[in-house]
């Protein structure tokens, strides 16, 4: 990606009780770049958001809000279109995060418990954050970590037994990583790679095509190698988890505002 067609930003820090939703304990609620999505204990749609009926236009099918609407734009209207559908009053609003923008609550799959559940935002009324400046070049990359698994199997003949250590391959979880290199600027990244701090999220907008969010990372390696009377230039590596206690919650490290 060249870094002049996308904007790549971050939000440092968060509200951690910004949504905060009470629902029977079991049934869970997967956040991402664009949906909300709503589920029963056994996975099926939470019809209590009905899709075909008179609830609201940001509920786009049965279970699913579209954060991108134009009536869930801030968490006060996601309250209040969440309480409105439901048959009793799931939703509410920490203190001071009525007005944080929908698109910065962080991606991940949370689980009810029957008391309320809080779900992280970053402060920010709307979705641009803390934009990384000077960059020079940016690589999003998802690493799957197969892993082989040895077995014993019959050759082409049918008969003859053959022991092979990459019978079958199995999926492992995968690695996402933001590579960014950018003309050193002041210490605000290196102080959040020394101290180890998480960035809640990064987006990289790519404008009328979109945007891809990535939750909760961490930055595994930074350099800034010195050259006398050339450019002082960063590099660094951020490895992204997701959020969220339940199922393959980590999935949601990296999640876009399109489906295929």
Known sequence: MIPTDLTVSYGATTDDDALQLTDTAGKYVEIGERYMKFFLANGNAETEYDGDGPDNA????????????????????????????????????????DNFDTSNLLKGIYKMTGSAVNIPCVGDTDETLTAFNNLKTVSLKIANNNTPIPARTLGQDGSTVKWLQHSKIRRGKADVTLDLTMTSEDETLYDMYKDKTTIPLVRLDLGTNGSIALTNGTITSFSRPLTPGGE???????????????KDFSSYAISADWTL
Request: proline content about 2%; cysteine-free.
């Open 58 to 97: 940001a509920i786009v099918s049965d279970g699913v809000v579209d954060l991108d609407h134009a009536n869930v734009n801030t968490i006060a209207e996601l309250k209040g279109v969440l309480n409105g559908a439901h048959s009793g009053t799931p939703a509410d609003d920490g203190s001071g995060a």
């Open 232 to 246: 002082i230039v960063d590099t660094m590596s951020i490895k992204f988890r997701g959020s969220g206690d339940y």
